[in-house]
C-alpha cells in the first residue's frame, strides 16, 4: 500500500540555519504530495502542495519539488526563525475522498 | 470565516464506555473526514463522508463509526472503548473531499483509563 517516510527527529537548529526535512513516498500511481505543519495546541495546516512531477510547492520561504524519480518531496527553508518550530509531515493522496496518508512527523526546534 | 470547530477539546472515559465527537465543517465545506493520531502509529485516516454518506474508509474495527447530517456536521462514534484508542482526534473538512486542501480543526483529546 501506500506509505510516506521522513526523516523523525528531533531536529535542532539554530535561527537563520538551512533546513531539510527528507520525505520519500510509496505509491502505485501519481500521487499528489503535501507539507502540512502542526504548531504546538494546534490542528494541522497545509504547507504547500505539488500535483505533479517536478512541480515546486512554496509557502513562507519553505520550498519543496515532487521528484518522481526518486519519489522525494523534500522541505527546504534558507533561514529557519524561531516561529518555525513545529512538526512538519509529509503526505501523499493517491485517491480521492480525502484519504491522505502522512508520515510519522519530524520535530522542528529552532533556538536564538 | 470560522474555522472547523470540534468538540469537546477534552474527553476523559474508562474503559468499556462509550464516546460521541463532534466536528462542524467550514461553512460551504461539503466533505469532513476524521483522523486518529496517536505518538505510536502516527496520523491515520478513519473515514470521510460528504453529504451524509461515507464514501471512503480506513482500516480500523467497527467499534469506530461515524455519520454526518444534512448541514454537514459530523460525528464520530467509539464503542466499547480500549486503552488502546486513547489518541488526539482530528477531524478535517473540504469543499469535496477531491484531492483537496484538507483544514484541521484543533481535534479532541480522548484518554481512555
Known amino acids: 500500500g501506500d506509505s510516506v517516510t521522513q526523516m523523525e527527529g528531533p531536529v535542532t537548529l539554530s535561527e537563520e540555519a ?3 526535512i527528507n520525505c520519500t513516498y510509496t505509491a502505485t500511481g501519481y500521487p499528489s504530495l503535501f507539507w502540512y505543519v502542526q504548531y504546538p495546541g494546534e490542528g494541522l495546516q497545509l504547507l504547500l502542495k505539488a500535483t505533479k512531477a517536478d512541480d515546486k ?3 513562507k ?20 526563525q524561531v516561529s518555525d518550530s513545529a512538526v512538519y509531515f509529509c503526505a501523499l493522496s493517491e485517491t480521492s ?16 | 470565516k470560522a ?6 477539546r477534552y474527553l476523559i472515559k474508562t474503559r468499556g464506555q462509550q464516546v460521541t465527537l463532534s466536528c ?9 473526514s476524521w483522523y486518529q493520531q496517536t505518538p505510536g502509529q502516527g496520523l491515520q485516516f478513519l473515514f470521510e463522508y460528504f453529504s451524509e454518506t461515507q464514501r471512503n474508509k480506513g482500516n480500523f ?31 478535517a473538512s473540504s469543499l469535496t473531499g477531491n484531492d483537496e486542501k484538507l483544514f484541521f480543526g484543533s481535534g479532541t483529546q480522548l484518554s481512555v483509563l
Open chain 1, 18 to 20: 538551512f533546513l531539510t
Open chain 1, 57 to 59: 510547492g512554496s509557502n
Open chain 1, 61 to 80: 520561504g519553505f520550498e519543496a519539488t515532487y521528484r518522481k524519480e526518486t519519489t522525494s518531496f523534500h522541505l527546504e527553508k534558507g533561514s529557519v
Open chain 1, 97 to 112: 475522498y480525502d484519504k491522505v496518508i502522512f508520515g510519522p512527523g519530524t520535530s522542528l526546534s529552532v533556538i536564538p
Open chain 2, 3 to 8: 474555522g472547523v470547530t470540534q468538540t469537546p
Open chain 2, 24 to 32: 462542524s465543517p467550514i461553512s460551504g465545506h461539503r466533505s469532513v
Open chain 2, 61 to 91: 474495527p467497527g467499534r469506530f463509526s461515524g455519520r454526518q447530517f444534512s448541514n454537514s456536521r459530523s460525528e464520530m462514534n467509539v464503542s466499547t472503548l480500549e486503552l488502546g484508542d486513547s489518541a488526539l482526534y482530528l477531524c
